[in-house]
């Protein structure tokens, strides 16, 4: 994990709202949350090749009917 994008100071304000939005966008460029997901559970190579297969086929497949005409209602 980089440490970039995880310190927020509050202004003279004491906005802390704005703080908190600040912090969390900055996390989720980081891209912190996403390895902190990607690192709670173990996942097989074999699994992870299944689900990247079965998220590619239905990316296919929704590629396919968009570009299907739609029918002819009359």
């Known amino acids: ?3 970039k994008g995880r310190i927020v100071f509050v ?4 906005n802390v709202d704005r ?3 600040k912090f969390k966008k900055k996390v989720q460029e980081d891209g912190t949350l ?5 690192r709670e559970s173990y996942i097989k190579p ?6 990247a297969a079965q998220q590619a086929r239905s990316r296919w497949l929704k ?6 005409l739609p ?4």
């Open 1 to 3: 994990m980089s440490s």
């Open 11 to 14: 202004g003279a304000d004491g």
């Open 19 to 21: 703080a908190l939005r």
């Open 34 to 38: 996403l390895e902190l997901r990607a």
């Open 46 to 51: 074999t699994t992870r090749r299944k689900i």
């Open 63 to 68: 590629h396919l009917a968009s570009q299907t």
């Open 71 to 74: 029918t002819r209602k009359f």
